[in-house]
């Protein structure tokens, strides 16, 4: 349940005023743990488009000695995740104090951390992701309600149809322990669908936004015998 706390307030702003050069583990965990509960305010335009194109609920520093209607990333962290945006603090012309993606959000709904899924981490290991999976042996299937929710599966359904122009979204899910992290997303996004590699690499990388921190996405060729395990999202 939302706090709306003014001291943590007071905890948020003052750790935004360290340099980012000086930000380390220590800090994050900290800013972290005060902004979840910490009160904001909100401008009557409470949605924005950033400069990557994706929707942001905004939240602003409140107001001194002025009564205002308070926000909170715990407050409003279902409305935005069951409509598929971000959040971002103090939005400027050029920046902003802290912007959260929808997969951070998905990352706080589902497993309570900013980070992502415990079980996708693997610190000592090289991140692969975006890679053809070489000729190997692999487990698929479609990805649980747990792994992927139905407000995560609504969020990417949207973005491949109505941006991508994947006419009828499909997805699933690849195990395989040699590689990092050991589970995947597949999506019936085809680089054969794209004027060059770059573009299709692009697409990817706007993908991720919508997945938690340390999620695996892959690219597979529409030629792949592994399409043959796609499934409606």
Known sequence: MAKFDLQKTAVVLELLE???????????????????????ASPADQVIRGPDGFPYFVLQTP????????????HVLEHCTDHGIGMVLNPG?????????????????????????????????????????????????SPSEEYLPGFARAALKGFLSQAVGVKEPQGFLLLDPSMRPSRSLIFNVFPEDFPSEADFRHVLQLIHWFLPPGRGLIGLSREAELTKALRPL
């Open 18 to 40: 360290v340099p980012s050069e000086e930000r380390g583990d220590a800090w994050r965990a900290r800013f972290y743990e005060a902004v979840v509960d910490a009160s904001f």
């Open 93 to 141: 012309p050029q920046s902003a104090d802290w912007v959260f993606s929808f997969g951070a959000l998905w990352s706080l709904r589902a497993y309570g951390r900013f980070e992502g899924d415990p079980q996708d981490e693997q610190p000592d290991s090289p991140r692969r992701d975006e890679v053809v999976p070489e000729d190997r042996s692999v487990v698929v299937g």
């Open 63 to 74: 107001p001194s000695a002025t009564e205002f209607s308070p926000f909170c990333v715990s």
